[in-house]
């Protein structure tokens, strides 16, 4: 509704109740929903006063997203973390997956490539999260996955930023490196899940704006 434009820059959004009701969805489910649109530029939530249509919707091809997370970490030590992080978790579960693992990720990455056709924003961010979350909840590794949830909030964000500058043969690709990354885990192969993974990871930075000598 955002993107196409019905609603407009700066418009109030009906009461949460309201918006509920005409979605017909939980109250839980739209507060979570409109978290993740103010998180990734969409809506302004204004505590008092509303929830508006930001005034200035992020452009893929003028404007640079902001990085939200700034004053913690730079967005290059972020993907560099994931970098770290996630190649060696994934390598890790290419030794242990199991037939309901693999089963799970193709799911969510069907889910993310459904979701994109649909131009269905938030709920591809979710699937997107949810399978990188699965690779980590899986790692026979637990220390290195107690790291990745312990600085989720920034590993999600650097998901989330890229989506609004993404066109959709970006996409493609990126949902692309996701089924590879399958392949090499049904395969058992450690080596090729390690290496899908930081391309994955690059390109996904190469999205956000930064490039592969930035992070290498």
Same mark, same amino acid.
């Given at each position: 509704?955002?993107?196409?434009?019905?609603?407009?820059?700066?418009?109030?959004?009906?009461?949460?109740?309201?918006? !509920?009701?005409?979605? *017909?969805? /939980?109250? !839980?489910?739209?507060?979570? @929903?409109?978290?993740?649109?103010?998180? %990734?530029?969409?809506?302004?939530?204004?505590?008092?006063?509303?929830?508006?249509?930001?005034?200035?919707?992020?452009?893929?091809? *003028?404007?640079?997203?902001?990085?939200?997370? %700034?004053?913690?970490?730079?967005?290059?030590?972020?993907?560099?973390?994931?970098?770290?992080?996630?190649?060696?978790?994934?390598?890790?579960?290419?030794?242990?997956?199991n037939?309901?693992?693999? +089963?799970?990720?193709?799911?969510?990455?069907?889910?993310?490539? @459904?979701?994109?056709?649909?131009?269905?924003?938030? /709920?591809?961010?979710?699937?997107?999260? @949810?399978?990188?979350?699965?690779?980590?909840? *899986?790692?026979?590794?637990?220390?290195?996955?107690?790291?990745?949830?312990?600085?989720?909030?920034q590993?999600?964000?650097?998901? #989330?930023? $890229?989506?609004?500058? !993404?066109?959709s043969?970006?996409?493609?690709?990126?949902?692309?490196?996701? #089924?590879?990354?399958?392949?090499a885990l049904?395969?058992?192969? $450690? +080596? @090729? +899940?390690?290496?899908?993974?930081?391309?994955?990871?690059?390109?996904? +930075?190469?999205? !956000?704006?930064?490039?592969?000598?930035?992070?290498?």
């Open positions: 509704m955002i993107r196409s434009g019905r609603l407009k820059e700066g418009e109030r959004l009906l009461s949460q109740r309201e918006l !509920a009701d005409s979605l *017909n969805v /939980s109250r !839980a489910t739209l507060r979570e @929903a409109l978290l993740l649109l103010e998180n %990734i530029g969409f809506i302004t939530i204004e505590p008092g006063s509303g929830t508006f249509v930001s005034r200035k919707l992020p452009s893929s091809e *003028n404007e640079e997203v902001p990085w939200r997370q %700034i004053k913690e970490y730079p967005l290059q030590s972020v993907f560099q973390t994931r970098l770290f992080l996630e190649r060696e978790m994934v390598s890790l579960l290419a030794i242990s997956v037939s309901k693992i693999v +089963a799970e990720l193709k799911m969510l990455t069907d889910q993310m490539e @459904a979701s994109w056709n649909k131009m269905e924003i938030v /709920s591809h961010i979710e699937a997107d999260i @949810a399978f990188h979350e699965c690779i980590a909840n *899986n790692c026979p590794n637990q220390m290195l996955a107690s790291l990745y949830r312990h600085f989720k909030d590993m999600w964000e650097t998901q #989330r930023q $890229p989506v609004l500058r !993404a066109e043969e970006e996409m493609r690709i990126s949902i692309i490196g996701h #089924r590879t990354l399958i392949d049904q395969a058992g192969n $450690p +080596a @090729a +899940a390690r290496e899908s993974m930081k391309e994955h990871i690059l390109y996904t +930075a190469e999205c !956000a704006g930064l490039s592969k000598e930035q992070l290498l």
